[in-house]
């Protein structure tokens, strides 16, 4: 089990390749991470880029969100159809965050316990790392699904 919250998952299609990508290309609005107004959102479901056989993508939100899920695919076609190949995982500044946070509560959990000799402050600050920690994965495993209904719905799945 990784450390970090991730998540993969195969869909296979009867699209083509082609139909794939034109269907990804109508919810996909292009991220432009310079422009400093805020636009409506247009009917586009997810932020990104597409390229010939992969993209890079997350939600559409209105609102700050530290655990939505990095989507990136990889197209391939069948003779029946295609094969996305997914990898969810969190953003890497979320990802550093969460590994920087996790090593500060043990560190404190530690300097408490071993240093201080006060056990209250070493159980709490390992219980807000722990629960940090199991916020962050069931989060994380929400947007997920949103994201994966999305797919399925675009998809005919």
């Known amino acids: ?19 794939v990508m034109e ?3 109508l919810v996909t609005k292009d991220a432009n ?8 959102n247009q009917g586009y479901q997810f932020n990104g880029t597409l390229s010939e056989d992969s993209f890079s993508l997350s939600l559409v939100i209105t609102k700050a969100d530290s655990f939505l899920p990095l989507i ?9 159809g295609s094969i996305l190949f997914l990898q969810y ?6 990802i550093f965050f969460l590994g920087f946070w996790s090593v500060v509560t043990v560190i ?8 201080s000799v006060k056990y209250i402050l070493s159980g709490i600050s390992l219980a807000v ?10 989060h994380f495993k929400r947007k997920i699904r ?9 998809l005919n799945l």
Not at 89 to 94: E, I, K, Y
Request: no cysteine; hydrophobic share 45%; glycine share 6%.
């Open 33 to 40: 991470f310079l422009e400093y107004e805020l636009k409506e």
């Open 108 to 115: 404190l959990a530690i300097f408490f316990a071993m240093v």
């Open 23 to 25: 269907r990804l290309d």
């Open 1 to 19: 089990m990784p450390f970090f919250p991730s998540h993969s998952e195969v869909l296979v299609s009867s699209l083509s390749k082609e139909e």
């Open 89 to 94: 995982s969190l953003f890497p500044g979320t």
């Open 129 to 138: 790392g722990i629960g940090n920690y199991l916020f962050a994965w069931n």
């Open 146 to 154: 949103v994201s994966q209904e999305i797919f399925h719905e675009l």
């Open 72 to 80: 990136k695919g990889k197209l391939e076609a069948t003779p029946k």
